[in-house]
């Protein structure tokens, strides 16, 4: 079985069949990472390109993780070290890159529709690693191979998504991603944070994060992304977490068994407190972990990987 | 065979028959780039220390992915990680590199004759990645590989080489292997970007390019440094691109098979006009791809890869 | 055999059948690096996790070419690409790298202990590379392995530290490790580079070099730190030369063979005259082999290797 698509540039293009397979693939590839060898041939010879044009720590170590449990080669490739400092387009550094002859190309940028752009100009495969305030398929995926692990299923379930709706694109991967699959998604924070366009999704909107904790069973915080708001869109980060953080006192009436997921990195004691980000609700190192998995998958499905 | 010299550091040390041995040995280790497994394992357990001082896109992915194809380990040294900003010496560093035993040292760096300091203090082979003003020996030698490719000879070929031939270690590399190969060289720019010495080589030199366009079988355009040029060398980007790069205008005598090469970064619409870097007459890709093949032939030869 | 330790945090914590084995297994390794194909399967599939949180050449490419010598997958990490630039906290972070299965973790950090605090957040084996001033156990080892080798004995020996006692690593690890196995360890500096608390080491102190000098058989140099002197403790560099400087001058009441070792990276001219950093005495570049020897031992009996 297949993919439906030539690159992962968004969850838009992928239909249910592909998120089934992937979360399978990955399922299947998931034990590799817990072998004493942690190593399959099912990619040797084939060459990782890691473009990411935006600083990243979790993302890419987890990408060049998976193409080496898969033996593939890796090879890293940054912004500041680009001939894009030197005049040239991103165009032409891609194409040029692409005439080494590649295997596929994982794109992080700044900027919404670069991995887009570059697909248009390059043969082979294209991942997009997050671009601007549009997508960031990988980690939609990761966090719900993480909820049908710990929920066992996926459809019917109420997820919430709390915090900077407007500006994130895992947000907006998750919220697209999840109600494809058939969960119920209410977001929440404050108006200032909220897209205008947010009626188009099918979701619930909130703006008092105590109307959907309480049904949720799934909570989704989202980063303060602090070293990018370039306007000051809450009062302070004090009034934020009083109000919009997960701690003792809003979580008071959330399920029993809720689960608290984050993509990292954690802004402890602003998003959530550090008691609830260490509790046992929390699956933050498990989405970590399912990232490796749900990245070699897609590799895998996407370089044509031999038998694994 | 055997090449007649340990280390590359300009096309000066190659004699004809080591032209020749790395052009076919290139020839036949491209074809591994298009396999679905690109990896031979020739130079498995083999390390190479890619050393380069100035920043580099293409070269330093070229020079990785050739190590990788051919299974040797590479190991990235940059001047920004370097012990020389804590007051060591260049030649230091150098020989505690070497005491770790690589099998092959690439070095790039901003000043001319450093790789032939290094090649002198260290046991293993030296690559020139480029040389301040110097040399830059491996893009010369993809440049007359692609020549080859497309032209089915050298000897008797006209090839012009236009642009800042005073401040380009590219230009220097390419009139010094093609007059050694029997090509008849012509060089065009701007006086002030002439080299006083220009008469010491075997070339024509014009300074109206349209003097040399009409008889070129290929045509090199070099790159305008925007970020090297400490002083003003022409009037403006935009009076240069009109008298001295590459358009529908300039070209207008032009050979109907006139091959258009460029090193890259190109700076579209400044020495080349984007839709002459996109003709059919353009093969500035295939030295990108070239590029990679021959220096996995130059990493074979130095390195004493096994049967391939 | 196995050590009796699950981390390398510092020397304090190595027995004496440990560092023993540490050696042996070493001397072992050491050979790889002479073959022509430097490389042996015994961790293969494992990964290697470099965190250097302070700038670093020799001892990362050191560790990442041990690595590589045993078929490890290294993956680096360093302070500029981490989300700690996000707000992320260290302990985060390693927990995060933690959660994608690495086998081995090396760490380098400014501040005394990090190593320690994270060896407890993660399950696999951490490496301290050097920790503020506290230690750089592998840089002890290897010290020790390099006058072994030259010496063939240990116990007994006389070696003289010299330098900035105070702030350096290397001198603390070095005193602990080399009178943990017997050898008469004096250290002579400045007063104003001397540990207050120098006296709860079994050390002889001295003020003078030419008090510690005519006895020892090894002669350590300490590198003047430079970029780190935040206050002035000497007059001038060219004082410290000449008083605290090993040259022929300082030398001439040594032994005929006295070793001279130095961790680098070397201030030619201040701690070490050229002359004698290039003479015969001189194993400082045995020291750099020597690390990726002991670097390899220490990844091999951590990740529990297979049969070499």
Redesign the interface.
Same mark, same amino acid.
């Given at each position: 079985m297949n993919l439906s698509t030539h690159h992962i540039l968004g969850v838009e293009d992928l239909n249910n069949q592909d998120v089934e397979l992937i979360l399978k693939t990955a399922e299947n590839l998931k034990e590799i990472? #817990? *072998? %004493?060898?942690?190593?399959v041939p099912a990619l @040797?010879?084939? !060459?990782i390109l890691l473009c990411f044009f935006e %600083?990243?720590? @979790?993302t *890419? $170590?987890?990408f060049? =993780?998976a193409a080496?449990r898969l033996s593939a080669?890796t #090879?890293n490739?940054?912004a500041?070290?680009? $001939?894009i /400092?030197?005049?040239?387009?991103l165009l032409?550094?891609v @194409? /040029?890159?692409? $005439? =080494?002859? %590649?295997?596929l190309l994982v794109v992080r940028h700044g900027f919404s529709g670069i991995p887009h752009l570059l697909a248009r100009a390059v043969r082979c495969p294209v991942i997009n690693a997050g671009d601007g305030l549009h997508e960031h398929p990988t980690q939609a995926l990761l966090d719900l191979l993480t909820i049908q692990n710990i929920k066992k299923k996926i459809k019917g379930l109420n997820v919430a998504i709390i915090g900077d709706i407007a500006h994130s694109r895992v947000a907006r991967s998750n919220i697209l991603l999840l109600t494809k699959m058939g969960v119920k998604v209410s977001v929440a924070g404050p108006a200032s944070m909220m897209p205008a366009a947010i009626d188009q999704y099918d979701v619930e909107v909130a703006y008092d994060i105590r109307e959907v904790i309480p049904k949720a069973d799934v909570i989704m915080m989202l @980063?303060i992304? *602090?070293?990018r708001q370039d306007a000051c869109r809450f009062p302070s980060l004090r009034e934020y977490a009083r109000f919009f953080g997960l701690n003792k006192q809003t979580m008071k009436d959330a399920k029993k068994d809720v689960v608290i997921m984050h993509p990292? %990195?954690? /802004? *402890?004691g602003v998003e959530i407190a550090p008691e609830i980000a260490d509790s046992p609700h929390s699956v933050i #190192?498990?989405q970590? !972990?399912n990232?490796?998995a749900v990245r070699m998958a897609l590799l895998y499905l996407l370089c044509?990987g031999k038998e694994i």
């Open positions: 990472s #817990l *072998r %004493p060898v942690k190593k @040797r010879g084939k !060459t %600083p990243s720590t @979790r *890419r $170590a987890s060049e =993780m080496k080669d #090879l490739f940054s500041s070290d680009s $001939a /400092n030197k005049g040239e387009s032409d550094t @194409r /040029n890159l692409q $005439a =080494m002859d %590649p295997d @980063r992304q *602090r070293e990292g %990195p954690v /802004n *402890r #190192l498990d970590v !972990t990232g490796v044509g």
